[in-house]
């Protein structure tokens, strides 16, 4: 197994314009470097306007077919960098949610309705988002920026990224739930002709969001699985009532990471996972003894079964502005997203106990040679990729 980060703000942190940070960008590579956290989950695509709320800002791809070089420039410079450390990244092509554009903005452009209803009724938006899959128009914007950004050429290494070892997989979207199985093999079979060294996964949650967890990723073009745990999200841990609901949340996490362990179909990552400060203070300085218990256990859990992990999030040396609020342009880039309570799951660089909790799952990686893991296949790429290249 690897342990690994959500470091979805990787592009624009490297970014020369509004919101990059190259010395930092730097030191925090280094940072996970030295930590033993070799990849990268990354956003890929960006979308919409900047006047938009809860939104990463500034947007890869303002409109349809236009992008922000600098943005461009940064997720070329984050990748040249990466590759000097030997780190290797997922490249998240999409979202369903809205706090990076995603799907409600291509159903936007693509003329499915005026404007984007946010969230306060998940329910509802998960209805308005999955509109994408159905309308021709938002599906052909997307594979636009597919062609756009996989055929693209790092201008620090004059390497293509097809053929960039860096890059270890591409992911069709973040959480895509009420999955149309006909666009998962679609897309993920133009990415395999696209890119036929390097990975293909979904980006899917697991049980929690899928009807059949076996089929959506049945597709011959799919390469391994993906699942999520949020324990706090799903109701199962109350952070403010901890020692009753740790121990469900304990339970739960082991039995869904078990579940998941029995598909043997293809590989399989625990992408993301992740538990607040105590009392969900989102300061930087609160306590972190109930996360530490949990990472542990979840690392544990996932260990048992050989299972990659990637933890959500990394937020390193930035802090919110303000503790439990949402970011705004200028705020330092962390682990949560915009839309999300600043300090909510950011593991930061002077949280110790935690950083050496990953350091030790870290170090006792494995390349178990078997055929079920995704470890194996990894690294069965990684030798016929040195191959080609």
């Not at 078990?258 to 300061?283: C, M, Q, T, W």
């Not at 260990?303 to 439990?324: D, K, L, Q, S």
């Amino acid at each position: 197994m690897y342990i690994g980060t959500n470091f979805w703000y990787g592009a624009n942190l490297a970014s020369p314009g509004p919101g990059g940070n190259r010395p930092r960008l730097l030191r925090e590579l280094d940072r996970l470097h030295s930590l033993g956290v070799d990849n990268l989950r990354l956003q890929a695509g960006s979308e919409g306007p900047n006047t938009e709320p809860w939104r990463i800002i500034p947007s890869m791809q303002p409109e349809p077919g236009s992008y922000d070089e600098a943005v461009l420039d940064g997720l070329d410079f984050l990748l040249y960098e990466m590759n000097k450390r030997q780190m290797r990244a997922v490249m998240c092509l999409n979202n369903f949610w809205h706090w990076s554009g995603g799907f409600g903005q291509y159903v936007v452009w693509a003329g499915g309705a005026n404007s984007i209803p946010y969230p306060g009724d998940y329910d509802a938006y998960e209805l308005f988002s999955a509109r994408f899959y159905e309308l021709p128009r938002a599906v052909e914007l997307f594979n636009n920026h597919i062609q756009f950004i996989v055929k693209r050429t790092n201008k620090y290494n004059n390497i293509s990224y097809t053929e960039d070892p860096t890059i270890m997989s591409w992911e069709l979207a973040n959480e895509p739930r009420r999955l149309n199985l006909t666009w998962v093999n679609h897309t993920a079979c133009l990415l395999k002709q696209l890119a036929p060294k390097q990975l293909i996964t979904t980006g899917v949650e697991g049980s929690i969001s899928s009807k059949n967890f076996s089929n959506d990723h049945a597709s011959s073009c799919i390469d391994y699985a993906t699942f999520h745990l949020w324990v706090q999200n799903w109701g199962i841990y109350d952070p403010h009532n901890a020692s009753v609901t740790l121990p469900l949340a304990l339970e739960f996490a082991k039995k869904y990471i078990d579940d998941h362990a029995a598909y043997k179909d293809k590989p399989i990552v625990l992408e993301e996972f992740g538990i607040s400060r105590d009392n969900d203070n989102h300061s930087s300085t609160a306590s972190i003894t109930v996360r530490d218990q949990y990472y542990e256990a979840v690392f544990q859990f996932a260990r048992n079964h050989n299972i990659p992990v990637n933890f959500w999030a990394y937020g390193g040396e930035g802090r919110p502005r303000i503790p439990h609020a949402n970011w705004a342009q200028g705020d330092d880039f962390i682990g949560d997203p915009p839309h999300e309570p600043q300090g909510w799951y950011s593991v930061y660089d002077t949280d110790n106990s935690t950083l050496e909790i990953i350091r030790h799952f870290a170090s006792m990686t494995t390349t178990k040679s078997s055929a079920n893991t995704l470890v194996f296949s990894i690294v069965l790429h990684f030798f016929i990729f040195t191959i080609f290249l």
